[in-house]
Nanobody, 124 residues
Framework: QVQLVESGGRLVQAGGSLRLSCAAS????????MAWFRQIPGMEREFVAA????????DYAGSVKGRFTISRDNTKNTVYLEMNSLKPEDTAVYYC?????????????????WGQGTQVTVSS
């Protein structure tokens, strides 16, 4: 059974930092492209960042580039999203996604496996 479990979301002030974690089980983690998406109620799920299995290739949404960093520890089956210089517009539920596709994808339909989400709220 595939499970992705996110953690680390909380209320933070603008300009602050957070690190989200996503622990995976039930899949060969080192074969997975991992991604983070976020969603505001009533809006479509938005791509945030993605990493190939090795972590050597990453991609970011323009709105977070330079502020967020995706990384992974294949020995711990965990992917991270380091978020710095947070803004109120970063407020959303953040989801971890996984797919053994071997390349980066930014569309949510490219990922079969999803976590339950973790709430990030940035106050002004």
């Amino acid at each position: 059974q595939v499970q992705l479990v996110e953690s680390g979301g909380r209320l933070v002030q603008a300009g602050g930092s957070l690190r989200l974690s996503c622990a995976a089980s039930g899949l060969t983690f080192s074969s997975l492209t991992m991604a983070w998406f976020r969603q505001i109620p009533g809006m479509e799920r938005e791509f945030v960042a993605a990493s190939t299995w090795s972590g050597d290739t990453t991609d970011y949404a323009g709105s977070v580039k330079g502020r967020f960093t995706i990384s992974r520890d294949n020995t711990k089956n965990t992917v991270y999203l380091e978020m710095n210089s947070l803004k109120p517009e970063d407020t959303a539920v953040y989801y971890c996604a996984a797919e053994p596709i071997g390349r980066l994808r930014v569309g949510p339909s490219s990922y079969r496996y999803w976590g339950q989400g973790t709430q990030v709220t940035v106050s002004s």
